[in-house]
């Protein structure tokens, strides 16, 4: 399990930042709602060209707040992505020409040493390459003229990329190595939570170089049981604005998740459960990992009102697709409650790897139809011949119908919590397909 590299597009807005994302990853629309109970902008993505795999992120969507005009705020951004990413791609609109603004960014962007990429967007045809006489004057080694909207010249600049992309190298751990990362909006307490969970007597710590370029994991040891804890530093600079901020702080997350088993989801108790708690959350189900939620600053609830019962009906509320996830309750600042997070980590981590025999299966979905008989299909019945595991972390399970289009939603839902109330899977994603293979 490995992160990808991180390539980030960088520029003003309506340059076409969003249309060379869904250009690269491979998608028409940049939103993206189909998780129950979450909405989220899509600003991040996967690519592939010539055998190579990268992540890709949107910077773009950024609102001018009444503080930090619109300019400012892409320098931010630009920073942060100097940070984080392993890639840059700065964006000019080819018919807006650059501003100053653009100006001390690519300054800022060709001085980081991280491979850096100048792309003139808007660029239709061989003909309007003539036309960048303005940006061929900011001395640049190379100059990538595209139109993301049909294509041209994003092959020729994919080749290039892809050729500067950083190895990936991944630690080779035990199996029972528990790869934990922790996860949230900025200031809920996560370096408050690492360092406490560090400074335990009971933990044996070492650093571990992690699977990016410059990330390094840490091993904790305790008792007989190894937990890598990846690496969550996130964002190394405080950003000018929320917006920036809170963009970023997912995209941290997201390349932690890309080398997790199980995400800790951190919250804050004095803010409840918010937007962006729910939009990091749908992304650890996204990706299928063993997932639970850690309130954090419980020393706080007393004053706020709030109970261990009101937090998690709120945590429930907000993340229904999450409703199988443990919810913990600490104070990382006093101590209170961190004992627990191991042990639980470790019950997670049993169901996210659990292996189920096909009998028990089969006897589980069977007991389920016969309770509630599946609907017919256009008028035919539909059945289901059975069910096998074919991979765990998550469990992934494929049943063959005979009409699998047959099978809504409503009535695979019912069989996931079947499954659940049969053999627990506590915390862990199920996967489930239906497949129109008939048994032999």
């Not at 028409?28 to 010539?50: C, E, F």
């Not at 028990?360 to 008028?379: F, H, M, Q, T, V």
Request: with cysteine; net charge positive.
């Amino acid at each position: 399990m490995s992160a990808l590299p991180l390539v980030a597009i960088i520029g003003r807005a309506n340059v076409g930042k969003s249309t060379l994302f869904n250009r690269l990853v491979q998608k028409r629309k940049a939103i993206v709602n189909n998780t129950p109970g979450v909405t989220r902008d899509r600003i991040y993505g996967q690519s592939d060209w010539l055998g190579h795999s990268f992540a890709v992120v949107d910077t773009g969507g950024v609102d001018v707040d009444g503080v930090n005009d619109i300019e400012n705020q892409v320098v931010e951004q630009a920073l942060l992505a100097q940070d984080e990413a392993d890639v840059l791609l700065f964006v000019a609109d080819k018919n807006l020409g650059l501003t100053p603004e653009d100006r001390k960014v690519v300054d800022r962007l060709r001085k980081s040493g991280k491979p850096f990429f100048f792309i003139v967007n808007k660029v239709d045809e061989v003909r309007h390459e003539q036309e960048l006489t303005d940006f061929s004057a900011m001395g640049m080694d190379a100059i990538y003229p595209v139109s993301a909207e049909h294509g041209y010249g994003v092959a020729d600049m994919l080749d290039k990329l892809v050729a500067v992309l950083p190895e990936v190298k991944e630690t080779i751990l035990s199996e029972n190595t528990v790869r934990l990362a922790i996860v949230g909006r900025p200031n809920v307490g996560k370096s408050s939570l690492v360092n406490r969970l560090l400074d335990s007597s009971r933990c044996i710590v070492s650093d571990t170089p992690g699977t990016t370029r410059d990330a390094i994991d840490t091993m904790l040891k305790q008792g007989d049981k190894n937990f890598l804890l990846v690496d969550t530093a996130g964002i190394k600079r405080k950003g000018r604005t929320q917006q920036v901020l809170d963009k970023f702080s997912v995209i941290m997350a997201l390349k932690a998740m890309d080398r997790c088993d199980i995400a800790v989801i951190l919250v804050d108790v004095s803010e409840g459960i918010t937007d962006q708690d729910a939009t990091i959350a749908g992304y650890a189900f996204d990706r299928g990992r063993g997932c639970l939620f850690v309130v954090n600053k419980w020393d706080l609830a007393r004053p706020l009102g709030a109970t261990k019962n009101s937090i998690e009906e709120q945590i429930r509320e907000k993340c229904k697709f999450l409703d199988f996830a443990p919810v913990v309750i600490l104070s990382a600042l006093s101590g209170y409650g961190v004992e627990k997070l191991f042990p639980q980590v470790e019950l997670v981590f049993e169901e996210y790897k659990k292996n189920l025999s096909t009998g028990k299966l089969n006897d589980c979905i069977e007991k389920a139809i016969e309770k509630n008989p599946i609907p017919s299909y256009r008028g035919k019945f539909v059945k289901i011949q059975y069910i096998t595991q074919i991979k765990s972390r998550p469990p992934t399970l494929k049943c063959f119908v005979n009409y699998p289009e047959g099978i809504h939603f409503s009535y695979k839902r019912y069989l996931t919590n079947s499954l659940r109330k049969t053999f627990g899977l506590s915390g862990t994603p199920v996967r489930l397909f239906f497949s129109g293979k008939k048994k032999k």
